[in-house]
Every structure is written in C-alpha cells, then in structure tokens.
C-alpha cells in the first residue's frame, strides 16, 4: 500500500532547524501520535506537513490528490457565530446523521453557546468525518474533561478506518489507548 505522506530526512522551523530529522510514512488506517516536550516545533511540523511553513530541508511526498483536515491547537472561533452545529458539519462536508451519539444534543445549538470543551469534540469530529484522507489535530485533548476524553477516544478509533489521523499529544494514555504507533520528536541539536 502506498503512503499517503511521507516524509524523508525533514528539517522544519523557520530561519534554523528545530527538530531532528524526521523521517516517516502515513497509511490509511493509521492513527499515529506526535509527542515530544512543550516548544520543540510540533506544531510547526504539522504546518510543514499542510504546507503552511515550507520545510527547511529534506522532502515530502503526498499522494496524488490527498485531502487533509486540520484541527489547530485553539480552535477559531468568532465571538458571535450564529451558525448551529448542524450547519458547522455541513459546511465542513461531514455528515450528521453519523455524529457521536454524545454530540447530537449539541447539532441544533448555535456555536458560540457551547462550551470550550463541547465546541472542540464539535470540531474535532467535523475533521474526522469530513472525509479527508488525512487528519491532523493539534492538541485535541484542549478543553476537554475526562469524560470528552472517553468520546475523543472512541471517535479516533471509530473514525480512522480508511483514513490516517495524525495528532499531536501529551496525555500518554490517549497516546497508548488510541494510536497504532507514536513518533517521538526531539529538538535540533
């Protein structure tokens, strides 16, 4: 099977290198971990990876055609958004009538009503069902209580099957429950 990305010798920051290289493949069915200490340049390596930071060395190859869904760390979110969480899916092209049993409730609320922790599961499973081949979130588990953790977890692995999930995360257990395998970054030395 080939890769939906891969990423051979990569080199990511801005005017110097923050991490080591980086070498790996996504594959479809993939659910794979991102860890390493607060301020080494994860986050800088997903832009890399969605081509909003050009990589300082090194290369990726992305399958012909992928579609990615992006979860950055603090989800946007306009301070009136009169927009309901039904229409917030259908803008992201994911349907609801598959939504989490424990988000239902939320679909016909407005968006700016909802918690911080209720709006991130929201936007978290709109990346995960909106059909791209690839998801990358960027701290997921931002906002969320023990029991949004117990969701989060069932919708990664509910929701990976024919796609990839790439997230970046401290919290070990959803790392060792969720993912198939998990990268370790370290920064440049």
């Known amino acids: 099977m080939s890769a939906l990305l ?3 010798e990569l080199l990511v920051g801005f005017s110097a290198p923050l991490l080591e290289p980086l070498s790996f493949s996504l594959q479809r ?7 390493g200490p607060n301020g080494v ?3 800088t390596l997903l832009q890399t990876l969605i081509s909003a930071v050009e990589p300082l060395g090194g290369r990726i190859q992305r399958a012909a055609g992928l579609s990615i869904a992006y979860q950055q ?3 946007t ?3 009136l958004m ?6 917030y899916l259908r803008y992201m092209r994911a349907p609801a009538d598959q939504t989490p049993l424990p988000l239902r409730d939320l679909l016909d609320r407005r968006i700016d009503r909802l918690s911080g922790g209720q709006y991130q599961l929201l936007c978290i499973w709109a990346c ?3 059909g791209a081949d690839l998801t990358i979130l960027d701290e997921p588990t931002n906002n969320l209580d023990p029991r949004s953790l117990d969701v989060l977890t069932a919708m990664l692995q509910n929701g990976a099957r024919n796609r990839c999930v790439l997230l970046v995360s401290h919290d070990q257990t959803l790392l060792r429950q969720s993912c198939t395998r998990v990268l370790e970054v370290s920064q440049w030395n």
């Not at 069915?29 to 860890?35: A, E, F, P, T």
């Not at 009169?82 to 229409?87: I, M, S």
């Open 29 to 35: 069915g993939d659910i794979v971990g991102l860890w």
């Open 41 to 43: 340049g994860k986050s």
């Open 82 to 87: 009169p927009v309901t969480g039904r229409e």
């Open 6 to 8: 891969s990423a051979d």
């Open 77 to 79: 979110r306009l301070h």
């Open 73 to 75: 760390q603090r989800a």
């Open 128 to 130: 995960i069902a909106s």
